[in-house]
């Protein structure tokens, strides 16, 4: 299993860098892991519309899911090879939240945009797309249906979505061969009270509870000082902790087993 950063920036998108969004592949089995602002520019240059197998947001937040509209808009006016409708994933309420958005553009584009992507959300359970098993898990994220992704394929990843620090995060993470995390925040730097987002400290602190192999830190903030972020969570994890950074692949192979 492999994964491909789509995006990485944290809440906005910073120079020439996208928001959430991350291919999983396992042979022709493909997921994308969010569809945030400029993720479509890059799904683009890694695969064709056609090759997708289904899209999973873990919440209803722009930076997680506004690239549908240029996604959808390309399913329904470009030239591809895709003639089914498109698997979306989203958490409750975000149906009508989509809607509601696209709503907004009226008319022709307004059902040209609703036409090729099939929302609905997200299967309790675990979800088998190709090759790939997909569970989600929910997360604390201010006040809003916020979901933590498993995908299962060879190797096991898990992607934390945005997330305060919470019991279900350790869970999901458990043995995780790749632990994609958020580190919105810096410990030193002052939190505010009702902080929706974890430290890159408690990244660190997430995957070593866990017991992850290794630890990639997403969703950090253009305005951030990235070195700081990497430094404070190597300072809790004792595994490879790396940057999540736009175009990079990772394996994701199964840790080996004990003879
Ligand atoms: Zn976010
Ligand atoms: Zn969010």
């Not at 197998?53 to 549908?68: E, G, N, Q, R, W």
């Not at 175009?247 to 192979?253: E, F, K, N, Y």
Request: hydrophobic share 40%; charged share 15%.
């Amino acid at each position: 299993m492999q994964i491909t950063v789509l995006g990485s920036a944290g809440t906005y998108p910073g120079p020439g860098r996208a928001c959430s969004g991350f291919l999983v592949e396992q042979g022709n089995s493909r997921v994308l892991l969010d569809c945030g602002v400029g993720v479509f520019a890059n799904l683009m240059r890694r695969v064709a519309l056609h090759e997708i197998s289904a899209i999973f947001v873990t919440h209803m937040h722009p930076d997680h899911f506004l690239d549908l509209v240029p996604l959808s808009y390309a399913l329904a006016y470009g030239k591809h090879q895709r003639s089914d409708v498109l698997p979306v994933y989203v958490p409750p309420g975000g149906k009508k939240i989509w809607k509601d958005v696209v709503a907004a553009f009226a008319g022709p584009v307004e059902s040209a945009i609703l036409a090729p992507l099939a929302l609905s959300e997200h299967p309790i359970g675990v979800c088998r797309v190709g090759a790939l098993e997909v569970q989600v898990v929910p997360v604390s994220h201010f006040d809003i249906p916020s979901y933590g992704i498993q995908v299962s394929g060879g190797g096991k990843l898990a992607y934390s979505g945005d997330s305060a620090p919470c019991p279900a995060l350790p869970s999901l993470a458990r043995g995780a061969d790749l632990l994609l995390c958020e580190a919105t925040l810096l410990h030193d730097d002052a939190l505010p009270p009702n902080r929706g987002h974890l430290t890159a400290r408690e990244a660190g602190q997430v995957a070593q509870e866990a017991g992850a192999r290794r630890l990639l830190l997403t969703h950090i903030a253009p305005h951030v000082d990235a070195r700081k972020s990497l430094k404070e969570a190597k300072g809790a994890f004792l595994g490879e902790v790396l940057l999540a950074e736009e175009g990079h692949t990772h394996d994701v192979p199964a840790a080996p087993q004990n003879p």
